[in-house]
């Protein structure tokens, strides 16, 4: 079974905190993704990545940045969290038309 | 900005009716279409995806794609109460899987 763990389901930061989300997949993909996802809204993709230090910014890069040093980790940077970052993450691969989400990550700026 | 529009809803159908999902797109050059369900605090789940002009069945779902109307729609027939759920479009063109804002199915017993 294809796996993509995000390694932090639930966290609260505070505001101007830096913030670290991080996923790991295991099938060896070269596209990685990350979204939030807020109500009404459906999936935002913030940034996507097609090889190990490739990135692309999808339509909502602002305030965010990531990381991709290895091939089977994908980290989502929040430099200085703010209120308005309050969502639920999710970070997916993938390998030609199949997309393989992990669990989120929800979090919390107070 | 590359769109994909879906109404919200919710979308009330009775138990054993089909219920229709619709979805528009606004980039043109879009090659695959799909259909995620997702429940209430879970990570969406493919249900199907879908790249020629047509109809595309899998058991109860179908999948119909109109590219010159640039809209794809998702029929559940025999709606079951287990598929009141959040129904995601999503779009690819290129790498990029663009989703639309979702439709909350709803079916009562």
């Known amino acids: 079974d294809v796996k993509v763990t995000q390694s932090s389901r639930y966290l609260v930061k505070r505001t101007g905190e830096k913030v670290f989300l991080e996923c790991v997949q295991d099938m060896d993909h070269e596209n990685m993704f990350w979204y939030r996802q807020d109500p009404g809204l459906g999936l935002r993709l913030i940034y996507f990545s097609y090889d190990v230090k490739m990135k692309e910014k999808g339509d909502i890069p602002e305030g965010y940045s990531v990381s991709r040093e290895k091939k089977e980790r994908f980290s989502l940077i929040l430099e200085s969290a703010s209120t308005n970052q309050t969502s639920m993450y999710l970070c997916a691969s993938s390998e030609g038309n199949t997309i393989y989400f992990g669990e989120g990550s929800w979090l919390t700026v107070v | 900005q590359k769109e994909v529009e879906q109404n919200s809803g919710p979308l009330s159908v009775p138990e054993g009716a089909i219920a229709s999902l619709n979805c528009t797109y606004s980039d043109r050059g879009s090659q695959s279409f799909f259909w995620y369900r997702q429940y209430s605090g879970k990570s969406p789940e493919l249900i199907m995806f879908i790249y020629s002009n047509g109809d595309k069945e899998d058991g109860r779902f179908t999948a119909q794609l109109n590219k010159a109307s640039q809209y794809v729609s998702l029929l559940i027939r025999d709606s079951q109460p287990s598929d009141s759920a959040t129904y995601l479009c999503?779009?690819?063109?290129?790498?990029?899987?663009?989703f639309g804002g979702g439709t909350r199915l709803m079916v009562k017993p």
């Open positions: 999503a779009v690819r063109a290129g790498n990029m899987l663009t």
